[in-house]
C-alpha cells in the first residue's frame, strides 16, 4: 500500500451488523487494519475477518451505525494492527485502542510493533527471581508476585476484584528499579471504570501508569485488541527501555466472552459453553507474553483478573486461565475481610523463586510455610470445634483458632487505600504466629524464631 | 440497764465508725481511680484525635498534591494537543499553498502518476477545485487533493512531532 495514495475500496456490498463487507479487493490479507471512511470524512477502523477471492470481511471496531453502502470507503493498511511504542503511553489514558481519553494529543513513538506480537523465544527466556511487592499483605507474605511470573485473580462474584486489581497497580514497586504499570481495563460499566481511574489517579499522575479503559458499551472486537495492546507496549517498555513492568488485565472474563461474540460473529463451531476451541490457545497467546529475557534487564509480569461466573472454578475461563498461569489468587465470600483472600486456596507457583533471603526476607518461605500450615490446622479444628463446641477442643487446638482470627484480623484485613511495607507485613506475619505456642512452630528456624518469635511460650 | 448496754452501744459505735471511714476511704480510692482512670481516657482520646488529626492532614497534603499534579498533566497534555492541532492547521495550509507554486501542474502530474501506480492504470484523473486530484476507477478511487496530503504528512511524522514540545 502506498502511504501518499492508499487506494480506497468504494464496492461495499453489504453491511451486516458490525461487518461490512467489500468487493473488489485486491491484495488484502486476514487480520489485515483497515480505515472506513463515511460520507462526512468521519474514519473509522476495522479488522479484517476474512477474505474470500476479491471479497474481504471487515469488522468496524466502531460500528456500522450512520455508514451508508454507497457512500463508505475502505482502505487497508497492508499489515496487521501496529501500534506506535515508546515512552509516550506511560501517564496516559486511553480506550481500548490507544487513542487518548485524556484530552492529549495521540501516542506518538518512532517506532511501531504489531498488537499480537511474537511468542518469546523460550532458549532466551530467564527464570524469574525477584519479587515485585504489591503492598497488600496476603499476597506479598503468601502469594509472593515475581518479576516475570503470570498470577491470575479468580473472584467469585459480587467481590471487589476490580479495586483489588488497582489497588495492587496503584501501589505495586520494586524497590528503587524503573517500574511501571498497565492497566487494561475490559468491559466495565462506567461505575467500576470510575472506581478504577480514582484508585489509579495516583499512580497515573507519577507518569508510571498507562491505562486502557474498554468499557462494557465499547465495541467488542476492541476488547480483543486491547490487552495486546497493553502487552505490546509492555515489551517495549521492559526489553528495550529496560523497566520493569505489571500488566494486570480485568476482566478476563469479559474479553472471553466478547471472543465468544467474534466468534460466532464469523460462524465457527462452538466448543465448550460456546466458546470457541481454540480459546485455550488464544489464552495463552495473552499470559505467555511475560517473562524476562537473557541479557536484558526489563520484565512484564501479567495479572490476570478474572470473575468465575456463577463462582464455578470449573468454568472454561478460570479453567483454562488456571492451566496456563502460574498459580492463582482466589477471592472467596467465605473469607468476610477485604481483600477477601482465601490463603488456602491460593498458591504462587514462582514464589520459591522471588522470594527468601536477598530478596524479600530470610525467613519468608519458612513463615509462609508455618501461616499456612497453622490456618490449615485452624480449619480442621474449626470443623471439630462445629461438631462438638469449642469448649471441647484441646488448649493447642484453641490456640490455633486464635490464630486463624489473629492473621484474619492483623494480617489479611487491609484496607483498600492502604499500602503496607514489606517490614509492616511481615511484622504482622510474625504476631499472627506468635498466638501459636513456640513449640508448635517446627518450621521456623531457632534463629529466625529468636529474632521474630514474640509469644509467651 | 442503760450501763449494761453501754459497752455494746460503745462497740456498735465504733465499729460503725471503722465501717464509716472504710467506706469513705473506699469511696476516696474509687473516686481517684475513677477521675484517674477519666484523664488517661481523656489523655487516650486526646492522643487518638491528635494522630488521627495528624493522619488526616497527612492525607489531604497527599490528596492536595495528588490533584495538583493531575492538573498540571491534564494542562501539560492539552497545550501538546493545541500544538499539534495547530502542526495540523499550518501544513494543511502551507500544503493548500502549493496552488499558487509555478510548479504545481508537475506537482498534479506525478500525483497522478502515483495515483495510477497505486490504484491501476485505468483509473480516471479529476483535478480538485480545493487543490490536488481524485482518481476513480470501478470499486475504487486514491484520494490525492492537496488537504488528505496534508494530514498523510503530519502522520508520517510518527514521533517526531513530540520535538514540537521536547525540552
Given at each position: 500500500m502506498s502511504?501518499?495514495?492508499p487506494v480506497?475500496y468504494?464496492?461495499?456490498a453489504?453491511?451486516?451488523g458490525?461487518?461490512?463487507?467489500?468487493?473488489?479487493?485486491?491484495?488484502?490479507?486476514w487480520d489485515?487494519y483497515?480505515?472506513?471512511?463515511l460520507?462526512?470524512?468521519e474514519r473509522?477502523?476495522g479488522?479484517?475477518?476474512?477474505?474470500d477471492?476479491?471479497?474481504a470481511v471487515?469488522q468496524?471496531l466502531e460500528?456500522?451505525g450512520g455508514?451508508?453502502?454507497?457512500?463508505?470507503?475502505?482502505?487497508?493498511?497492508g499489515?496487521?494492527?501496529?501500534?506506535p511504542?515508546?515512552a509516550?503511553?506511560?501517564?496516559?489514558?486511553?480506550?481500548?485502542?490507544?487513542r487518548p481519553l485524556?484530552g492529549?494529543?495521540?501516542?506518538?513513538?518512532?517506532?511501531?510493533?504489531?498488537?499480537?506480537?511474537?511468542?518469546?523465544?523460550?532458549?532466551?527466556?530467564?527464570?524469574?527471581?525477584e519479587?515485585?511487592i504489591?503492598?497488600?499483605?496476603a499476597?506479598?507474605?503468601?502469594t509472593?508476585?515475581?518479576?516475570?511470573?503470570?498470577?491470575?485473580?479468580?473472584?467469585?462474584?459480587?467481590?471487589?476484584?476490580l479495586?483489588?486489581?488497582?489497588q495492587?497497580?496503584?501501589?505495586?514497586?520494586?524497590?528503587?528499579?524503573?517500574?511501571?504499570v498497565?492497566?487494561?481495563a475490559?468491559?466495565?460499566t462506567?461505575?467500576?471504570a470510575a472506581t478504577?481511574?480514582?484508585?489509579l489517579?495516583?499512580?497515573s499522575?507519577?507518569?508510571?501508569?498507562?491505562?486502557?479503559?474498554?468499557?462494557?458499551g465499547?465495541?467488542?472486537i476492541?476488547?480483543?485488541?486491547?490487552?495486546r495492546?497493553?502487552?505490546?507496549?509492555?515489551?517495549?517498555?521492559a526489553?528495550?527501555?529496560?523497566?520493569?513492568?505489571?500488566?494486570v488485565?480485568?476482566d478476563?472474563t469479559?474479553?472471553?466472552?466478547a471472543l465468544?461474540e467474534?466468534s460466532?460473529a464469523?460462524?465457527?463451531?462452538?466448543?465448550?459453553r460456546?466458546?470457541?476451541g481454540?480459546?485455550y490457545?488464544?489464552?495463552?497467546s495473552?499470559?505467555e507474553?511475560?517473562?524476562?529475557?537473557?541479557?536484558?534487564?526489563?520484565?512484564?509480569?501479567?495479572?490476570?483478573?478474572?470473575?468465575?461466573?456463577?463462582?464455578?472454578?470449573?468454568h472454561?475461563?478460570p479453567?483454562?486461565?488456571?492451566y496456563?498461569?502460574e498459580g492463582q489468587?482466589?477471592l472467596?465470600?467465605e473469607?468476610?475481610s477485604?481483600?477477601h483472600i482465601?490463603p488456602?486456596?491460593?498458591l504462587?507457583?514462582?514464589?520459591?523463586a522471588?522470594?527468601?533471603e536477598g530478596r524479600t526476607?530470610?525467613e519468608?518461605?519458612?513463615?509462609?510455610?508455618?501461616?499456612?500450615?497453622?490456618?490449615s490446622?485452624?480449619?480442621?479444628a474449626g470443623?471439630l470445634a462445629d461438631?462438638?463446641?469449642e469448649?471441647?477442643?484441646t488448649?493447642?487446638?484453641?490456640?490455633?483458632?486464635?490464630?486463624a482470627?489473629a492473621?484474619l484480623?492483623?494480617l489479611?484485613a487491609q484496607?483498600?487505600?492502604?499500602?503496607?511495607?514489606?517490614a509492616?507485613t511481615?511484622?504482622?506475619?510474625?504476631?499472627?504466629?506468635?498466638?501459636?505456642?513456640?513449640s508448635?512452630?517446627?518450621?521456623?528456624g531457632e534463629?529466625?524464631?529468636e529474632a521474630?518469635?514474640?509469644?509467651?511460650e | 440497764?442503760r450501763?449494761?448496754?453501754?459497752?455494746?452501744?460503745e462497740a456498735?459505735?465504733?465499729?460503725?465508725?471503722i465501717?464509716a471511714?472504710?467506706?469513705?476511704?473506699?469511696?476516696?480510692?474509687e473516686?481517684?481511680?475513677?477521675v484517674a482512670?477519666?484523664?488517661?481516657?481523656a489523655?487516650?482520646?486526646?492522643?487518638?484525635?491528635r494522630?488521627?488529626?495528624?493522619a488526616?492532614?497527612?492525607a489531604d497534603a497527599v490528596t492536595?498534591r495528588v490533584e495538583?499534579?493531575?492538573?498540571?498533566?491534564?494542562?501539560e497534555?492539552?497545550?501538546?494537543?493545541?500544538?499539534l492541532?495547530e502542526?495540523?492547521?499550518?501544513?494543511?495550509a502551507?500544503?493548500?499553498?502549493?496552488?499558487?507554486d509555478?510548479c504545481?501542474?508537475?506537482?498534479l502530474?506525478r500525483?497522478g502518476d502515483?495515483a495510477?501506480a497505486?490504484?491501476?492504470?485505468d483509473?480516471v484523473?479529476e483535478?480538485?477545485?480545493?487543490?490536488g486530484?481524485?482518481?476513480?476507477g470501478?470499486g475504487?478511487?486514491?484520494?490525492c487533493t492537496?488537504g488528505?496530503l496534508?494530514?498523510?504528512?503530519?502522520?508520517?511524522l510518527?514521533?517526531e512531532v513530540?520535538r514540537?514540545?521536547?525540552?
Amino acid at each position: 500500500m502506498s502511504t501518499w495514495a492508499p487506494v480506497e475500496y468504494t464496492g461495499v456490498a453489504e453491511l451486516r451488523g458490525p461487518l461490512v463487507i467489500v468487493r473488489g479487493v485486491r491484495n488484502v490479507g486476514w487480520d489485515e487494519y483497515a480505515t472506513i471512511i463515511l460520507e462526512s470524512g468521519e474514519r473509522r477502523h476495522g479488522l479484517v475477518l476474512d477474505v474470500d477471492r476479491d471479497l474481504a470481511v471487515v469488522q468496524v471496531l466502531e460500528g456500522t451505525g450512520g455508514l451508508g453502502a454507497e457512500t463508505t470507503r475502505v482502505t487497508f493498511a497492508g499489515s496487521p494492527l501496529r501500534v506506535p511504542v515508546g515512552a509516550g503511553w506511560q501517564g496516559r489514558v486511553c480506550n481500548g485502542r490507544g487513542r487518548p481519553l485524556d484530552g492529549g494529543p495521540p501516542i506518538l513513538g518512532d517506532d511501531s510493533a504489531p498488537v499480537a506480537g511474537f511468542p518469546m523465544n523460550p532458549t532466551v527466556r530467564q527464570p524469574p527471581t525477584e519479587p515485585v511487592i504489591t503492598g497488600v499483605s496476603a499476597i506479598d507474605a503468601l502469594t509472593t508476585l515475581v518479576r516475570g511470573q503470570k498470577l491470575a485473580v479468580f473472584a467469585e462474584g459480587g467481590l471487589p476484584h476490580l479495586e483489588l486489581a488497582a489497588q495492587v497497580a496503584a501501589q505495586a514497586h520494586t524497590g528503587g528499579e524503573p517500574f511501571s504499570v498497565i492497566f487494561a481495563a475490559m468491559g466495565l460499566t462506567h461505575g467500576d471504570a470510575a472506581t478504577v481511574r480514582d484508585i489509579l489517579e495516583r499512580r497515573s499522575s507519577a507518569a508510571e501508569l498507562t491505562l486502557l479503559l474498554n468499557l462494557a458499551g465499547d465495541p467488542v472486537i476492541e476488547r480483543l485488541l486491547t490487552p495486546r495492546i497493553a502487552l505490546t507496549v509492555a515489551e517495549h517498555l521492559a526489553f528495550v527501555l529496560r523497566r520493569h513492568v505489571l500488566v494486570v488485565l480485568a476482566d478476563m472474563t469479559s474479553y472471553c466472552e466478547a471472543l465468544r461474540e467474534v466468534s460466532a460473529a464469523r460462524g465457527e463451531i462452538p466448543a465448550r459453553r460456546a466458546y470457541p476451541g481454540y480459546l485455550y490457545s488464544d489464552l495463552a497467546s495473552i499470559y505467555e507474553r511475560c517473562g524476562r529475557i537473557r541479557g536484558r534487564p526489563g520484565s512484564v509480569t501479567v495479572l490476570p483478573v478474572l470473575s468465575m461466573p456463577g463462582g464455578d472454578i470449573t468454568h472454561p475461563v478460570p479453567d483454562l486461565t488456571g492451566y496456563i498461569t502460574e498459580g492463582q489468587i482466589l477471592l472467596s465470600r467465605e473469607v468476610p475481610s477485604y481483600p477477601h483472600i482465601d490463603p488456602l486456596s491460593s498458591l504462587s507457583r514462582m514464589m520459591r523463586a522471588g522470594a527468601g533471603e536477598g530478596r524479600t526476607r530470610p525467613e519468608h518461605l519458612d513463615l509462609a510455610a508455618q501461616i499456612l500450615a497453622g490456618l490449615s490446622r485452624a480449619r480442621q479444628a474449626g470443623e471439630l470445634a462445629d461438631l462438638v463446641g469449642e469448649s471441647a477442643l484441646t488448649r493447642t487446638d484453641r490456640r490455633y483458632l486464635a490464630m486463624a482470627q489473629a492473621f484474619l484480623v492483623g494480617l489479611l484485613a487491609q484496607r483498600p487505600d492502604e499500602a503496607r511495607t514489606l517490614a509492616d507485613t511481615f511484622d504482622r506475619a510474625w504476631q499472627v504466629v506468635s498466638v501459636l505456642p513456640r513449640s508448635e512452630l517446627s518450621m521456623l528456624g531457632e534463629q529466625a524464631l529468636e529474632a521474630g518469635y514474640r509469644g509467651q511460650e | 440497764m442503760r450501763d449494761a448496754l453501754a459497752p455494746l452501744a460503745e462497740a456498735l459505735s465504733r465499729q460503725a465508725e471503722i465501717d464509716a471511714r472504710a467506706i469513705a476511704a473506699r469511696a476516696e480510692d474509687e473516686a481517684a481511680e475513677l477521675v484517674a482512670a477519666a484523664r488517661r481516657d481523656a489523655r487516650a482520646v486526646l492522643d487518638g484525635a491528635r494522630s488521627e488529626g495528624a493522619a488526616q492532614a497527612a492525607a489531604d497534603a497527599v490528596t492536595s498534591r495528588v490533584e495538583a499534579e493531575r492538573r498540571a498533566r491534564r494542562m501539560e497534555l492539552a497545550a501538546q494537543r493545541e500544538a499539534l492541532d495547530e502542526l495540523c492547521a499550518r501544513s494543511a495550509a502551507a500544503v493548500g499553498a502549493l496552488r499558487d507554486d509555478p510548479c504545481y501542474p508537475r506537482l498534479l502530474d506525478r500525483l497522478g502518476d502515483l495515483a495510477r501506480a497505486s490504484g491501476g492504470a485505468d483509473l480516471v484523473v479529476e483535478v480538485q477545485p480545493d487543490g490536488g486530484l481524485l482518481a476513480k476507477g470501478r470499486g475504487r478511487r486514491v484520494d490525492c487533493t492537496l488537504g488528505w496530503l496534508a494530514v498523510r504528512a503530519v502522520d508520517a511524522l510518527g514521533g517526531e512531532v513530540r520535538r514540537l514540545w521536547a525540552p
